[in-house]
């Protein structure tokens, strides 16, 4: 049996000069297991392509009349694999505490993107890095996912900070 895709339609948020990223992540949250999402966007959002890549998903697009831009994300084979292993390391019981902490909130990129893997770049295999972000860095996840470098991150209750913490060298990638 197949699962009815979600349809997202982000073209007002996006009109209106808002950040649709946030309501995005979320109804790929809410997906139940093998669904998939039609996100309905003003322009190809080519970054997003590798972000839910990276949790499992494929993407097909379609130019539609008017400039618009249709893309259907659907679960790969990998996906509930890739699931599985966000869920089991969501937990944080085994990272240490943040050694270094960096606030970028008030920088522009991609300066808070090139301060994060400079630092990174200084510390430990294990060690944990803090900073605090005005938005998801979604061009930042999957640098850290080249690197090797495990993240969680999410909105603090405030819904203005993005707090990603780093682990280096871990290799595995989740978010909370």
Known sequence: MTVPLLELDVRPILRAGGEPFGQIMQAVASLVPGQGLRLLATFKPVPLFSVLGAK????????????????????????????ASATAASDGSDWPDP??????????????????????????TGEVLSALLCREP?????????????WRGGFEPDGTTYKILVRIGTGKQATV
């Open 138 to 150: 979604i061009f930042l996840l999957p640098e850290l996912a080249k690197r090797g470098h495990a």
């Open 56 to 83: 499992g998903f494929s993407h097909e697009v379609r130019e539609l009349v008017g400039g618009d831009w249709e893309v259907v994300f659907r679960p790969t084979d990998v996906a509930a694999g890739v699931a």
């Open 99 to 124: 050694l270094h902490h960096l606030d970028n909130r008030e920088l522009d990129p991609p300066e808070p993107m090139v301060r994060i893997l400079t630092a990174t770049e200084e510390m430990k």
